[in-house]
């Protein structure tokens, strides 16, 4: 959904309604997890997936009729037996769909939504999928503030509550409810989908690399701040639109900012007087990911100089050096993906390995939530030295 919102956001302003399915439910192997989103607009403008290709002839269709309607439908979409090739996932799973019309008239709780991502504050919005409540009806929830209803006061209360709850959390998923709200009644379904502020990716080192980096960061939803000591260097003209770039010392810069457990670090400066100091702040802080650039032998020595500083092993060992995944990456756009690829596979608990050479599921559930896949051939090899 966040991807699309720039789009969403314009037809909305424009006060043109527009049809928006959302995955609420999956089942086994389903291509998109709950909270992935399509929509079809003016002019049968398509933006979005729900299942990276399989049901989006039929998703389509129904965009369409929900807004000429002006009610929303609940359809689950499976495979099928009898014909492969029919409207269904070829992958064996299920998805749950809620396709619902948004019309800036009648739908306050979307404009409050794309405002509040639009902004980076965090938001939850809470819609009716099924019961004795109007299903598509919509609530945004801020920390501060509502836009809004499910259609009673009660159901209205209880789910703020719980929205409020999980914004921490940033958590997805159906509720159940009373139809005023009752907690221990399952009678009216609610989809909570919850936006956090974007992810935080800092680039340290405004090195052609860096550049790269940057721009796939921003393609992976992060918020990029490229940061370097040095102003020649530190030109954000060298840099793509929407990163942020920032002149100072690293290590201080890093002090100064707050991360997070989403939060990742790229360390491209390949400077002693820069790493270093860096390296030491950077290793006690929260953040999912610590890479630095720089050969085996400079590794070496650089654990060497933190060891100096007083870092333990636990600390040192969250360190990725060399950085990246072993593709053979030359170029810095080449380098850039290595980076990814290892980011992505940490976040997702992936093991490098090419699929082929792996059993079980592809779409594997969140580290620690399910059973993952198990490779039939050796990890991926260390990682280049770039």
Avoid at 177 to 201: I, K, N, T
Avoid at 369 to 379: F, I, L
Wanted: hydrophobic share 40%; with cysteine.
């Amino acid at each position: 959904m966040r991807e699309i919102l720039p789009v969403l956001g314009r037809w909305y302003a424009e006060g043109r309604p527009f049809g928006l399915a959302t995955v609420v439910a999956v089942s086994r192997s389903a291509p998109r997890g709950p909270g992935a989103a399509m929509a079809v607009g003016p002019d049968d403008e398509v933006v979005g997936s729900v299942s990276g290709g399989c049901v989006e002839g039929a998703v389509f269709e129904l965009a369409k009729e929900v807004v000429e309607t002006g009610r929303a439908r609940l359809e689950t979409f499976g495979y099928s037996d009898e014909d492969a090739f029919a409207v269904g996932l070829t992958c064996g799973g299920e998805i749950t769909l809620l396709v619902r019309p948004v019309t800036a008239a009648d739908d306050p709780a979307f404009g409050e939504a794309a405002a509040a991502v639009a902004g980076h504050s965090p938001v939850v919005v809470a819609t009716v999928t099924d019961g004795p409540a109007p299903r598509g009806a919509a609530l945004a929830v801020r920390p501060d503030r509502v836009a809004g209803s499910l259609g009673a006061s009660g159901l209205d209360a209880a789910v703020t509550a719980d929205a409020r709850g999980g914004l921490a959390q940033g958590a997805t998923g159906l509720r159940h409810y009373g139809p005023s709200g009752e907690r221990r009644e399952d009678d009216v379904a609610v989809f909570l989908q919850s936006f956090a502020p974007p992810p935080r990716m800092l680039v340290f080192g405004a090195i052609d690399f860096a550049a790269a980096v940057a721009r796939i960061g921003a393609f992976l939803g992060y918020r990029v701040t490229v940061c370097d000591a040095r102003p020649a260097f530190a030109d954000p003209r060298r840099f793509p639109d929407g990163a942020e770039v920032v002149v100072d010392w690293p290590h201080r810069y890093l002090r100064g900012t707050q991360t997070d457990g989403r939060t990742v670090l790229c360390v491209l400066t390949h400077d002693p007087k820069f790493d270093v100091p860096l390296l030491e702040v950077a290793l006690r802080t929260p953040a999912a990911y610590i890479g630095v650039m720089g050969s085996r032998r400079t590794h070496q020595e650089r654990m060497e100089r933190l060891r100096g500083t007083g870092l333990g092993e636990a600390e040192l060992a969250r360190l990725r050096s060399p950085i990246g995944l072993d593709l053979g990456a030359r170029t810095p756009e080449e380098v850039a993906v290595s980076i990814a690829a290892e980011i992505v596979a940490l976040r997702w608990g992936g093991t490098g390995s090419p699929l082929t050479d792996t059993a079980g599921a592809i779409h594997r559930a969140r580290p620690g939530s399910g059973r993952p896949r198990v490779p039939r051939a050796p990890d991926v090899r260390d990682s280049p030295e770039v």
